[in-house]
């Protein structure tokens, strides 16, 4: 996510702190048993990023063996692997959680588009960089991404510690370690709520925002302190395991590049201090064989867990002499029970100046004493989260003082300026880049304004103004400025017989409930100034080169997962504009037009979809806009594809078109689409089809969701052409 030079800054990071180490496991004392007591083991994890998931690997001997694990520290990785095993998850969970969860997406940080409201939806899935605007001027955002997904997924894990609050309740007791970012002191958490915990330990600083409790920020425990074994010795522990995965220093032949020198020096202070909590341990384990890795390779959890795994196999010989030196039974570790459903009886909201509580009970659609799982509420959550004006969105279930628990939800919302920009190629249009700016509360509160620029083939440039008095109302008037202008090559019979440019300078004015999540009605004025230039074969040329206004009405639903490869969810549209000298415009014309488009999943990497389209329209007087033509882009409804047609090659009045296909996603964002289309070009509309006036069309297309935005390579073949080949790169805009 907006992403180039904050990227580059997380790297650097990265590598330096989770690098892993080149020793292996070493015992640094003898063992031996202590007078009159047993040995009070402290376990100690280290950060290490994708890889610190090879600490499940120890889990699992230390199970094998026996050994009681009577206190837990951990630092960043090191603190999410820990936390989740003190409060009762066994190592053989933790193997399925790693197998399991989605870590691309954890760190991906999309908000669930199906509930974003109507108006983003407008303008949704368009950019690639985002950055803040301040009083002085353009700067970087704290984080690549604020951490909510990661968030609710630790809330989710954490579901039975929900209503603990000191540490040392949890089956085995804890500690996580984070940095205070504004004195770089290590900060101990023993207490409060452990999703927090992990979360100011894990902050990675510039990938992801600092965490704020109580008014304080931290940033990765990492930085001062990578592997916290003086912590577990203060907690009790008098025998300490600890596993290491801090970068040495390296020698000055391995410095050659500006990189390696960045995290030398980076490493200086981490390095420092690790030393000499590795000599506090009396076991030190590290694992050479996962040096070669990224600490950003979560697609190879497996790689790290088999590695973590023959580690703790190496050892388990030793772990076992440790068992025998404790006294007492060992408690086996028994698989922690699924997460029960709660009953919660009310919502407490803190943090909203924008939102009232009514909109945000609207939006969690909550209903008292209802039976509540994290995946249930977690589904709630994202509906407010969805939304551009909502930063973050944490949540805590706790008892209230009868049967029933309350669900404590903090919001943090976001008021800042944007900045954003996208980039698009087409093979048919060549490159586009759009500028986008967004400013709340400009003119006066209560109001969202917008500027946009599109440079290119196709010329825009806009803004909006959207007054809605208050984030809680659904209902707001929206006005809008654009100027358009694009090359337009017109067809006669199939073959290009003129061409011109077409300029449109529009005003429109609507009310509607733009600010609802799934069905948009609106009601509204609009007015173009349009004129042609640079005509070449003039009296060839049918749209009318002439300005008007129009009267509109519009309904939109869209509940799209994606908008860019959707698995899942339906799009349908409906427009209807009317021209009349009855409303003082000088053109009469008439335009409407329904959209829909489904996607049906079959299973999680394919899915059948389909489109059909109907336009009409009536009168002679026709602006270009109004003409319904194929492959091209349209500001409500997108891309409109059809196989084996140029651009701009069929454009007529009316139109029905439908199409069927498939997506399959072999790969993780990789896809391969096959669709079918059958559709009537008419310049008078007719509900009798025959053969002779259908035309048919299939395209093949093979690409991706990438970091510029999703990449298309189409190959297609129809009745009016026999081949057409094109390549698109980046979002539709």
Not at 211 to 222: A, L, P, R
Not at 532 to 551: F, K, V, W
Request: hydrophobic share 35%.
């Amino acid at each position: 996510m907006k992403k180039s030079t904050t990227c580059t800054l997380t790297l650097l990071f990265l590598f330096t702190i989770f690098s892993p180490q080149v020793k292996s496991a070493t015992f640094q004392t003898d063992l031996k048993p202590l007078q009159n007591d047993s040995l009070r083991v402290g376990l100690v994890l280290s950060g290490g990023g994708a890889k610190g998931v090879a600490h499940i690997g120890i889990l699992k001997a230390l199970e094998e063996a026996e050994v009681q694990i009577d206190y837990i520290t951990g630092t960043s990785m090191g603190s999410l692997i820990g936390g989740l095993y003190a409060i009762g998850y066994s190592a053989d969970q933790l193997i399925e959680l790693s197998r399991t969860s989605n870590f691309m997406e954890l760190f991906t940080e999309n908000p669930n588009r199906r509930y974003i409201s109507n108006y983003e939806k407008g303008f949704d899935e368009r950019t690639i960089v985002s950055i803040p605007i301040s009083e002085s001027g353009l700067s970087l955002p704290s984080g690549i991404i604020t951490g909510q997904n990661i968030y609710s997924y630790l809330s989710r894990l954490a579901w039975v510690a929900h209503s603990t609050e000191d540490f040392n309740d949890f089956p085995i007791p804890y500690a996580a370690v984070a940095t205070d970012i504004e004195t770089g002191e290590a900060v101990v958490f023993r207490s409060g709520y452990l999703p927090d915990a992990i979360r100011a330990s894990i902050s990675i600083p510039s990938a992801m925002a600092p965490h704020e409790i109580d008014g304080k920020y931290y940033i990765d425990g990492g930085l001062a302190r990578n592997l916290p074994v003086q912590d577990a010795i203060d907690m009790g522990a008098n025998y300490i395991i600890a596993v290491d995965v801090s970068t040495p220093l390296v020698p000055i032949d391995s410095l050659r590049t500006l990189t390696e020198i960045m995290n030398q020096s980076v490493q200086y202070r981490i390095n420092e201090r690790v030393v000499p909590e590795r000599k506090k341990a009396d076991v030190v384990i590290t694992m050479p064989k996962i040096e070669r890795y990224s600490i950003a390779d979560f697609n190879l959890m497996e790689t790290f867990l088999q590695i973590g795994m023959e580690a703790g196999r190496e050892y388990i010989e030793d772990f076992k002499e440790i068992s025998e030196l404790q006294v007492g039974p060992y408690s086996p570790r028994e698989t922690m029970d699924a997460p029960s459903p709660l009953p919660i009886q009310n919502v407490i909201i803190k943090g909203n100046t924008l939102f009232d509580d009514d909109f945000i009970m609207r939006k969690l659609q909550f209903e008292p004493g209802a039976k509540l799982s994290p995946q249930m509420i977690d589904d709630k959550i994202s509906r407010l989260y969805s939304s551009q004006y909502i930063e973050q969105v944490t949540y805590r279930v706790r008892p209230d003082s009868s049967y029933y628990y309350n669900l404590h939800i903090n919001i943090r919302e976001s008021q800042r300026d944007d900045f954003k920009v996208g980039l698009r190629y087409e093979s048919r249009t060549k490159a586009s880049i759009l500028f986008e700016a967004s400013f709340q509360d400009l003119l006066h509160d209560g109001s969202i304004n917008r500027l946009e620029a599109r440079l290119g083939d196709q010329l825009m440039f806009g803004g909006d103004y959207i007054y809605y008095g208050a984030l809680g109302s659904r209902f707001a008037a929206l006005t809008s400025l654009q100027y358009h202008s694009e090359n337009v090559d017109w067809f006669v019979n199939g073959s290009r017989a003129s061409r011109f440019k077409n300029h449109i300078l529009r005003g429109e004015i609507s009310f509607g409930n733009y600010f609802s999540t799934q069905h948009l009605f609106a009601l509204g004025v609009r007015k173009d100034f349009t004129f042609h230039s640079d005509e070449i074969n003039r009296e060839l040329i049918t749209p009318q080169n002439e300005g008007y206004h129009a009267l509109f009405a519009k309904y939109r639903y869209d509940f799209l997962d994606r908008k860019s490869y959707p698995s899942s969810g339906h799009k349908v549209v409906a427009q209807f504009f009317h021209s009349d000298p009855m409303i003082f415009s000088p053109l009469q014309f008439s335009s409407a037009n329904l959209y829909w488009e489904g996607f049906y999943k079959i299973t999680d990497f394919f899915s059948l979809r389909n489109t059909l389209m109907a336009g009409y329209t009536y009168g002679n007087e026709l602006p270009w806009g109004y003409w319904n033509t194929p492959n091209r882009y349209y500001e409500d409804i997108g891309y409109l594809n059809f196989g084996g047609i140029d651009r701009y090659q069929v454009s007529t009045k009316h139109v029905q078109l439908v199409s069927i296909g498939w997506q399959a996603e072999p790969f993780y964002h990789r896809f391969i689409n096959l669709d079918l289309y059958a559709g009537r070009f008419q310049d008078e509309w007719s509900l009798n089809p025959v053969n002779s006036d259908i035309d048919y069309g299939a395209s093949l297309s093979l690409g991706g969701l990438t970091i510029v935005g999703p990449i298309k390579a189409i190959l297609s073949t129809g009745s009016i052409n026999s081949f057409k080949a094109e390549l698109q790169i980046g979002y539709q805009f």
